[in-house]
């Protein structure tokens, strides 16, 4: 992607959006108030999604420039430091760097040999210089799930110890004839990441994860473009060697081979939603060698406050990831920098926005308000985890977590779609604020893909606090729904994780603006309130804030 000057991009996008959008006063989508916030979000992504910024990633001279720049417009806007006369938060770090063998060795009923990113990807979290699986025995465990409240159990009667485990993606409720676990919308059973969790529970030496598009919700380049090259990880005490040695994917076509030697022919999903099924060795060893260069750094959460006029104790929190993949080669069609234009250059312009919005409100927020922009999510939701787990405001006095997180780009809709929807109060006052316009409130469109698991909110919800996260629709104002379902598949398909999403003039920042209006006002509602939201019944983080609260 060609160069430009920061400055001259932020000049080119405002201009653009203003000459470009006006009110329409037939139906209130698209107020002045809007048109002034879709010029500073553009302004704002024109300049998160620079090459300059080299793609965000954390430890990089992109994450220095990039939560300099996303500071510095807190302290402009006259926003206090958030944590303790800092505008930072410490992260400790580790980057972990696998070169994998080009082959992995598979011998025995099924011997093949799989080559890296084309077949397999193969990672660790074991901070060791090198390590190797050497004919690890191959077991297929279903979907690796032990889910007691649904009476499923994939490793019932396995002893693993030792052996590489071959686990579905999703969980046995996805797209079954009969109703299993949550039906289509994915449990976090069906996460990847906890597919990993349970197979080191379990004792397992390796774990690969079988990718099958549909399930998974996005093609294998998101594979070999996120799971591969260094990740990082918050440092534990232990380096991590409670994990598997290795933790990896598996194409489809390659597992079909493999199962096929242990003479599973059939759909590898009906067979492992059979209530009697048991986990299958597979005949077969896995070998594969990993050599990791490890880095030890700290990156940063960037975080603000505006303090509360009468009730400056409690706090209503919003929250954006600032982070992306950085640079990465080889290049895809000549650009090799992952620059995240609307994933997340958009969430953080998106809480600029409403940071400027409050602060130049006549009334002031009776409740504090924190601005919080974390790190590497896209390693793991790791910023959110740390900020969770070492709170700077006591949970227990967060009102609530308000996260925004890859806004669509092609302008207005006449609906908004909350990420799992029906957890808590925050659907009803979201449902109350657009009920004047007329515009629908709906859950997730797909459910299967496990979207509530794959931000940062999800992390606030672990640990109580009722967490929001909200985007413009499908349903477009301007040429209907079926266009916006369109450029919604365009944008998974051609630029989700990567290079291609980049930033243009061209892009359409309305629809966010009205994303980031609708945020602004659920603050201002939250803020002017006494009471607490809450979880809804039936809802897994329902106990959580009660026990916090001391209910």
Known sequence: MKIKSIALIAITGFTAVLASCSPDKKKETATATDTALAADIKQHIAVLANDSLLGRKPFTAGEDKTIAYISSQFKKLGLAPGNNGSYYQD?????????????????????????NTIDFVAATRQELPSLELKNSPLVFAGYGIVAPEYKWNDYAGLDVKGKTVVVLVNDPGFKAPEKLFKGDTMTYYGRW?????????QGAAGVLIVHQTEPASYGWQVIQNSFTGSKLYLTQADKHMNRCKVEGWLSEETAKKLLAGAGI??????????????????????????????????????????????????????????????????????????????????????????????????????????????TAEEQGLLGSEYYGTHPVYPLNKTVADLNIDA??????????????KGQNDL???????????????????????????????????????????????????????????????EYNDQRYHQPSDNYSDSMNTLGMAQTTYLMYQLGVKLAGETTFPGWKPGSEFKAIREKSMGK
């Open 407 to 420: 806004l669509s780009d092609f302008g207005e809709t006449s609906d908004f779609a909350i990420t799992g």
């Open 193 to 201: 990441t906890y597919k990993y969790e349970e197979a080191a529970r």
């Open 265 to 374: 022919t059939e759909d590898m999903r009906a067979y492992a939603r059979k209530k009697d099924f048991k986990g299958v060795p597979l005949n077969s060893s896995v070998s594969v060698t990993l050599k990791n260069k490890l880095k030890y750094s700290t990156s940063h959460n960037v975080i603000a406050t505006l303090k509360g006029s009468t009730t400056p104790g409690e706090y209503i929190l919003y929250t954006a990831h600032w982070d992306h993949f950085g640079v990465k080669m080889p290049a895809i069609k000549g650009d090799s920098i992952y620059n995240g234009a609307v994933d997340n250059a958009s969430g953080v312009a998106a809480i600029l926005a409403v940071a400027k919005k409050f602060t130049q409100a006549k009334d002031k927020p009776k409740r504090s308000i924190v601005f919080l922009a974390v």
């Open 427 to 489: 659907d009803d006052y979201v449902v109350a604020l657009t009920k004047p316009n007329g515009w629908e409130v709906v859950g997730d469109k797909t459910p299967g893909s496990g979207s509530y698991y794959r931000s940062d909110h999800f992390n606030f919800a672990k640990v109580g606090v009722p967490a929001l996260d909200l985007h413009n629709g499908a349903n477009s104002v301007a040429k209907g729904e079926a266009y916006g379902v369109e450029q919604a598949k």
């Open 91 to 115: 992260v400790p770090m580790v980057e972990i760097g696998p070169a994998a063998a080009p082959t992995m060795q598979i011998t025995g009923k099924a011997a093949i040999d799989v080559k």
